[in-house]
């Protein structure tokens, strides 16, 4: 998967500059961008055997292994592998959190969640690599030889009708550096997970947790008390995953198999195949504008600055107090560790 994102979170401080916060981002979908090309093949042994029924359908075809030999309809062992293949362009919707000190020189991403497709779907063409043992039909009367190459059949359409990229671990803290006043040029990286979700032949086919880290250069400024982080990653993700996809696959489908020796012909069939392996190739190209609001930690009181007036706030909430805002430590109380921390982020 190549993945280039660019992400640009702005956002308002009163007062004086802030130089340290929480920047919890939302992302702007009208002003944002996800291109991807995707390439998904599944495998799927099983058997055919054609559509005869001496009740029900006696001019139907039937199927026999080998050149010559045997009697009545006789399934036939055959592999099928559907593949996959097409472009979207979407407008994402999710969150982000950034952690940021511009004193420490550090940034740290959390929470990053991207609905890649917006709740939206995409429809690609299948094409089938149908692999064969040798095997005969009858009404139509064929011969179909197997020559060491699959065939390529046109088998209607696939829908994806989920991809979402979640992170799936703590974000690598990342090197602030300044190149200009309130400017500074940062690394960090987020491991990710990419999830899949598709629907062919009426079968809906998960493909959970697809691994990656996302490497992230960019630059964060601020001015006036507006913070933008701009973001930008490449990478390339390549995947199989062999299941278990229990209950994944068909029974008895109906299919009209072009015939092959004489060609020209439908010789009807039934398939049958259970899903053993998905291989997944990604490429995305994100470009993303995100809104926020910062938390900063120890100002109680959410005028920007951490000063005496939270110490007052606090000391006005001193005691039991789960959940109130005094209580920045989370033990249920608003005391001397809540000051603490109030002290230890004065601006």
């Known amino acids: 998967m190549s993945i280039r994102t660019l992400v640009v979170a702005s956002l308002l401080v009163p007062g004086s500059s802030v130089l340290a916060a929480t920047v919890e981002c939302v992302v702007n979908d009208k002003e944002s961008v996800v291109e991807t090309s995707s390439e998904i093949t599944l495998t799927m042994p099983g058997t055919l055997i054609g559509d005869y029924d001496s009740v029900n359908n006696p001019g139907g075809t039937l199927t026999r292994p080998g050149f010559a030999g045997g009697s009545g309809n006789l399934p036939v062992d055959i592999s099928l592998a559907p593949s996959v293949a097409g472009a979207t362009s979407a407008t994402p919707t999710g969150s982000f959190t950034v952690d940021y000190d511009a004193l420490l020189s550090t940034i740290v991403f959390e929470d990053l ?129 062999d299941g278990p996809f229990e209950g994944v696959g068909f029974t008895n489908l109906p299919f009209e198999l072009p015939t092959v020796l004489p060609p020209g012909g439908l010789a009807g069939v039934l398939l049958t195949a259970n899903l053993t392996q998905v291989a997944t190739h990604q490429e995305i190209q994100i470009d993303i504008v995100a809104n926020g609001s910062s938390v900063i930690p120890g100002d109680v009181n959410g005028d920007g600055v951490v000063n005496f007036q939270d110490v007052i706030q606090i000391l006005n909430a001193w005691g039991p107090c789960d959940g109130c805002p005094e209580d920045l430590s989370g033990d249920g109380q608003a005391g001397f560790q809540d000051v603490l921390i109030v002290i230890s982020n004065w601006s």
């Open 113 to 241: 969640s991207l609905d890649l497709l917006h709740g939206g779907s995409a429809i690609f063409p299948v094409n089938v690599a149908f692999t064969y043992e040798t095997f005969r039909t009858f009404v139509p009367d064929s011969l179909f030889i197997w020559l060491g190459v699959p065939v390529s059949i046109p088998l209607g359409e696939a829908t994806i009708t989920a991809m979402t990229a979640v992170q799936s671990g703590p974000g690598v803290p990342g090197v602030l550096t300044e190149t200009g006043s309130g400017t500074w040029s940062y690394t960090a990286a987020v491991p990710v997970s990419l999830s899949i979700t598709a629907e062919f032949l009426g079968q809906v086919i998960e493909i959970p947790g697809l691994p990656g880290v996302l490497p992230l250069t960019g630059v964060l400024t601020e001015s006036l008390g507006a913070v933008a982080v701009t973001i930008s990653t490449s990478q390339i993700v390549d995947d199989t995953n």
